[in-house]
């Protein structure tokens, strides 16, 4: 036998016959709930209001008086989140199943089985709870680790959130592009939490992370036995993002296989799981990113173009931070912001000194190169005040000796390309001998994937 509960939950019964209300309080009562009850639809209107009550039971018929459909609707504007009962005979299951349309969680049949009713309310109660607790988990993930806020006062970025604001609530397909570390998730993210679907979910992939059989499986989930260790029905992203985004990272990494059934999928709105014959309808806003030169991989052929026009139906360019310089001191705050609440430091400034070496720093790592040194400048810091950044500082203090030799009789852009290049080879190669030549390693800890580490190895030679 279940333990009663002794929650001290608060229930409302609305019934015009004295007998029933009668029992059903003494049975509530029993169970340790705060009881209200009445036969009357403007007293328990008033009761709603005045009071913080978790579930009501209705009688659908109440003689005499407007019925209890509309004492639902009332009770349900008064308190949305109220959970609501009907209590109906089996004459009126068509007016029960209208009553779940208005708002109802579930009826119960007269006559009343006592033990039934009271595993109803509390099952409701605790779908209540998981809902009420959910919501606060969802806020509080998204406070800690999903941000959002776009920190900037650049023009240009600012017209990015222009159009984005424009384009948030509309189904358009987002492509975002920029160097790795500018934000383009972040981007993603406001775009979705700022949203006429933040309720749904933001599901996010990286595709350069994943064999073209794992990136499917991932996408598209699987049927069981559909290939070897699919020991069970698996639900891919897309299904989980249903009503929500999906955002598909680095999709310039994409094998031209998955692009094709990803653009089949655009097409139709709807796919099959990978093994399976039926087809799944989702309702999904897609945004993609890419650090790479879309149109170069179209040229080369390893991007198709249709694709890439369906992708692009919107683009959002995110220059690198070493372009945004007024926004290095908004974000340094907001980091300094960020880990002293979550290491409980008290951090107030950034040595002057180093400061201006920082807002001469090109920044190869962009956004989240300047979010790890903060993140690890704080945790080491003894005192009220930064005054060394370790590894990057050495990689700051270098550059000052190496920017007399890189990068001079060149025009601009190459010359900037030139000392990103030199900074970003030196990084890679120290990363990689601390590591013992251990590429996972390596790429975890610059934030990268293996693919992309792969690549940089290979274009600089080490």
Same mark, same amino acid.
């Given at each position: 036998m279940e333990t009663p509960l002794k929650d001290r939950r608060s229930i409302l019964i609305v019934d015009d016959e004295d007998g029933i209300r009668y029992g059903l309080e003494k049975l509530f009562k029993r169970e340790g709930f705060r009881v209200f009850s009445t036969g009357n639809f403007e007293e328990a209107v008033t009761f709603v209001k005045e009071n913080i009550i978790d579930i009501a039971l209705l009688d659908i018929r109440l003689k005499g008086q407007r019925d209890g459909i509309d004492l639902l609707k009332e009770l349900k504007f008064a308190e949305p989140e109220i959970v609501i009962l009907i209590i109906t005979g089996h004459g009126s299951i068509d007016s029960s199943v209208e009553a779940m349309k208005e708002g109802a969680s579930d009826y119960i049949l007269k006559p009343i089985d006592n033990d039934k009713l009271i595993v109803t309310v509390r099952k409701n109660l605790e779908i209540k709870s998981l809902r009420t607790e959910n919501t606060y988990l969802k806020k509080a993930l998204l406070n800690s680790i999903f941000t959002y806020d776009f920190i900037t006062d650049n023009s240009v970025v600012k017209e990015v959130l222009i159009v984005a604001d424009k384009i948030k609530n509309t189904p358009a397909t987002v492509l975002i592009t920029g160097e790795s570390g500018t934000g383009k998730e972040v981007l993603a993210r406001y775009i979705h939490f700022t949203s006429n679907r933040k309720d749904g979910n933001f599901v996010g992939i990286n595709c350069a992370a994943l064999s073209d059989?794992?990136? %499917?499986?991932?996408?598209? $989930?699987? &049927?069981?036995?559909?290939?070897?260790?699919? =020991?069970?029905?698996?639900? $891919?992203?897309? &299904?989980?993002?249903?009503?929500?985004?999906?955002f598909l990272d680095e999709v310039g990494d994409m094998s031209l296989d998955v692009q094709s059934k990803l %653009?089949? =999928?655009?097409? &139709?709105?709807?796919?099959?799981? =990978?093994? $399976?014959?039926?087809? =799944?309808?989702v309702d999904v806003r897609l945004i993609a990113a890419t650090n790479r030169d879309m149109q170069e991989l179209i040229t080369v052929g390893r991007f198709r173009q249709d694709l890439y026009y369906r992708l692009n139906v919107i683009s959002c360019h995110l220059p690198p931070l070493r372009e945004r310089p007024e926004d290095i001191p908004l974000l340094m705050n907001y980091f300094l912001k960020l880990y002293n609440q979550r290491y409980n430091k008290n951090v107030q400034s950034v040595n002057t000194g180093l400061f201006t070496r920082l807002t001469k720093y090109s920044w190869p790592g962009n956004v989240r190169e300047l979010q790890n040194i903060i993140n690890q400048a704080v945790l080491l810091c003894d005192g009220e005040e930064i005054v060394s950044f370790n590894l990057q500082d050495g990689i700051i203090s270098e550059r000052r000796e190496s920017m007399k030799m890189i990068g001079q009789g060149k025009p601009l852009k190459a010359a900037i390309e030139e000392i990103v290049n030199y900074h970003e080879k030196k990084l890679i190669a120290k990363v990689l001998t601390d590591n013992k030549q251990n590429r996972t390693r390596t790429a975890h800890d610059l934030e990268i994937t293996r693919k992309t580490l792969a690549r940089k190895i290979d274009k600089y030679n080490l």
């Open positions: 059989t794992l990136l %499917l499986s991932e996408l598209f $989930g699987h &049927e069981k036995g559909s290939f070897t260790g699919a =020991v069970e029905q698996k639900i $891919g992203k897309f &299904e989980l993002a249903d009503s929500g985004t999906l %653009l089949r =999928v655009l097409e &139709e709105r709807s796919f099959e799981r =990978v093994g $399976g014959v039926k087809k =799944v309808q």
